[in-house]
Structure formats: C-alpha cells, structure tokens
C-alpha cells in the first residue's frame, strides 16, 4: 500500500508541475518586455559666442534591466576527520573558500544623441559651424565627437554613447579642418539620474 501511495504522489506532482510550468514561464516573458525603459531629453538651441553658428536637438535614453554575473568566494566550514597511527578518530573544522557564482540586477544605459547644427555665415575665411560633444562616463574617462557644417543648409547628426554620467556640448566656428574659435562654453545637455 505504501508504495502504491508513493507512486500516485509522484503522479500528482508530475501533473501539477506541468500545469504550473508553462504559466509560470508566459508570467517571466511578459516581465522582461517591460524592463526596458527609454525617454527623450530635448537640448538647445545653443549658439557659437558671435552667433553664426547654432546647435540643438534631443538626446534618447534607452534603460534595460539586464542580470550581471560575477564571481563571489564564500568561506565554508568543513569537518574534516582522519585517522592516527592507533585508529582512533580525530576531527577538527576547516574553513575553506569556495567559488559561488552569483547575480545582481543591474541598469545599462545607452545613448542616442540628436543634433540640428545650423551654419549662418557660409562664405569666408572659418566658413563652417562646429559643435564638439564631450562624454563624461561613469569610470570618470571622457571623449569627443565632433561635427562640423559648411554648408547653407542645417545639417543632422547623431552618434550613441554607452554608461555616460553626463554629456556637454561646445558650438563654434572654424574651418574645414577643425574649429578655430568663437566657442560657447562647454553647456551641459545631459545628466544622468543617479
């Protein structure tokens, strides 16, 4: 009878793990959907110090709740036991460390800055508008994307930055090559919550 009684429980667990399982699993995949976050932070307009060359746009956040794995040494304590030359019996705790993989939440954030640069003053020596982005990130290291217009016409740029804390922008004017002066100032555009 104990056993018959072992076999049907088996049974009914089998049954109601199967039952659960696939709703369990539609449950999680609906969460992940809703994990990823994005917004938009409009910026500008911003104009070189003798304004002819102006700056604007918007910069698009995109936040995803990702699992970030690490490993993580966890002290143990392990008996361990032997035996002398006479065969008695001796014990005594060790503590030993042992590799336990583990996971944390974690927020990456990407970037997706959005630029209008306008050139009023096409014609000349530093004929062309410049705007100078500085990417501040989360580390504290920094780098720049530049984009310049020689153009009559506005021009459109973007470029994308990961794990940035906070991104500046510098209008000025220049020539083909790079810019020569007439700078705004660094302005900040971005400053991500913390």
């Excluded at 429980?9 to 999680?28: C, Q």
């Excluded at 932070?41 to 104009?47: D, L, R």
């Excluded at 993989?101 to 997706?112: C, E, G, K, L, P």
């Excluded at 580390?139 to 720049?144: C, D, F, R």
Aim: glycine share 6%; aromatic share 12%; charged share 25%.
């Amino acid at each position: 009878m104990r056993f018959l009684t072992r076999i049907m429980l088996g049974v009914a667990v089998t049954v109601l793990v199967a039952l659960i399982a696939p709703a369990a699993a539609n449950a999680t995949a609906g969460s992940t959907a809703s994990d990823t976050r994005s917004s938009d932070v409009s910026w500008g307009s911003y104009y070189s110090t003798d304004h002819k060359a102006k700056a604007s746009g918007h910069v698009s956040v995109d936040k995803k709740r990702v699992k970030h794995w690490y490993v993580k040494w966890v002290p143990v304590k392990k008996r361990v036991c032997w035996e002398d030359r006479k065969g008695h019996k001796h014990c005594k705790w060790v503590v030993k460390k042992i590799k336990k993989h583990v996971w944390q939440w974690r927020y990456d954030r990407s970037y997706t800055v959005h630029s209008t640069l306008s050139n009023h003053k096409w014609a000349g020596r530093n004929k062309c508008a410049w705007e100078t982005f500085k990417v501040v990130r989360e580390n504290g290291s920094s780098y720049v994307e530049q984009f310049r217009n020689c153009g009559r016409h506005p021009r459109h740029f973007a470029f994308h930055a990961e794990d940035a804390v906070r991104i500046h922008v510098d209008v000025s004017r220049g020539n083909r090559h790079h810019p020569t002066g007439h700078h705004s100032g660094w302005r900040n555009i971005f400053h991500a919550a913390a």
